[in-house]
């Protein structure tokens, strides 16, 4: 089999590193060669072995018959999109980490490859070097799927593990993280939720087997979350992770993006650094969790390569995927429910106790004099919106618990 890589960054890069690197195993599990014929870039890589692939245009890759299988590792959805609807057109199969691709346009180029008997594969545009979206296709197919929460944004989860283990600043944090090239390139799709909000449409569009539309998530990132914020969860033995939810509830479905204040009896809890971990409920099997690395070039290009391999395998065989393009309506997320962290200012104790008769106070001894912190009950969103209507919110984090 001869491939095409398309982008040659930091995943396209490892894509060729692990195929080199494993090319034996790789060739025995594949059932035959796997061979890089062309390297898409715009730029030049002079003097190092990409060179003599190099090509500037897509055409070559596309007009040559010899290539049966693209990958494509260049991010965004244009011209990642043409070019891969071009390729199943022309019966190529082609494996993906492009998660804006796929949750934008996933539906239809499934359905390409399904009328062209090729593959489309995107295991690398959720959870990084983690199976998920293999194991929701294929192994998870006797249940209901009720819940999937995870930890799906690797760069996230490093800032919040080092601001909360080591109290290290935001941006000390962040600027790390893309050192060790786990950030996206525009780094706000990270700390604004926007990157875990693709990710989970992709997951939610599988398991429930319609279109999730990414724009209809609520998504809130990790930018307004301070020190204090993370004294308090270290005096209420909790973690703030970004967490994911995508949740049924009879005939209807939840979706949401925000930081949350774990604990310990939390599967999620002790998930740090760059590490995801998804955690899938279904109503036969109750709860199964995979956890691994969540970004970074070799762990998300061993699932490149996995897809490649799968590719290789079926050619001429369409992997059934059920994501229809029909579009899922998710319930209004004011009707759904949390406890929630909340700090106000001192001067407002009292009305926030009027607010919040059922309250547990949280104390910290420097801020006593400065700050009122408060768990609620559980409520719903709307709920908490309108108790709070009156007070000064310094911050408020969504928890598990309520005392
Ligand atoms: N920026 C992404 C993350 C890369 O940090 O998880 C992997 O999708």
Redesign the pocket.
Same mark, same amino acid.
């Given at each position: 089999m001869k491939i095409a890589i398309l982008g040659y960054g930091t995943i396209g890069s490892g894509v060729a590193e692990v195929l080199e690197t494993n090319h034996d195993n790789i060739a025995k599990r594949a059932g035959e060669e796997v061979t890089v014929k062309y390297v898409l870039d715009l730029r030049e890589f002079p003097g190092t072995k990409v060179e003599e692939l190099l090509v500037h245009d897509f055409a070559v890759i596309a007009s040559d018959a010899e290539i049966g299988c693209i990958v494509e590792t260049m991010g965004g959805v244009e011209p990642a999109y043409s070019y891969v609807k071009e390729a199943l057109l022309r019966g190529k199969s082609v494996c993906t980490s492009n998660?804006e691709l796929v949750a934008e346009h996933g539906a239809e180029l499934l359905e390409i490859a399904r009328q062209k008997k090729v593959n489309f594969l995107f295991e690398a545009s959720v959870g &990084?070097g983690i199976p998920i979206i293999r194991p929701l296709n294929q192994s998870l197919t006797a249940d209901e799927i009720m819940e999937i929460t995870g930890i799906?944004? &690797?760069?996230?989860n490093y800032i919040l593990t080092k601001m909360s283990r080591e109290g290290q600043t935001f941006e000390a944090a962040l600027s790390k $993280?893309q050192e060790l090239g786990? $950030?996206?390139r525009n780094p706000e $799709?990270?700390v604004e939720g926007y990157?875990a909000g693709r990710k989970l449409a992709i997951l939610a569009s599988l398991a429930y087997g319609m279109q999730v539309d990414y724009e209809d998530i609520y998504m809130e990132g990790i930018t307004k979350l301070t020190d204090v914020d993370f004294q308090y969860a270290e005096a209420l033995d909790a973690e703030i992770k970004l967490l994911v939810s995508g949740k049924r509830e009879g005939d209807s479905f939840y979706a949401m993006v925000a930081p949350k204040m774990i604990r310990s009896d939390n599967p999620l809890y002790s998930v740090q650094d760059v590490f995801?971990a998804i955690l899938v409920r279904g109503n036969m099997l109750g709860d199964v969790m995979f956890y691994g690395s969540? $970004?970074g070039k070799l762990p998300?290009a061993s699932a490149v390569v996995a897809d490649v391999v799968d590719a290789v395998k079926h050619q001429g065989k369409n992997i059934m995927t059920i994501w229809s393009n029909k579009k899922l309506a998710l319930s209004d997320r004011m009707e759904a429910e949390n406890n929630f962290f909340v700090r106000v200012p001192k001067t407002e104790e009292a009305r926030a106790r009027e607010a919040f008769p059922e309250i547990t106070e949280v104390k910290l001894a420097d801020l006593r004099e400065t700050e009122f912190a408060f768990l609620t009950p559980r409520l719903k969103e709307k709920e908490f919106i309108q108790r709070t209507q009156a007070l000064t919110i310094l911050n408020r984090i969504r928890t598990e618990f309520a005392e």
């Open positions: 998660k &990084g799906v944004n &690797g760069t996230t $993280a786990y $950030a996206e $799709a990270d990157d995801n969540g $970004a998300t």
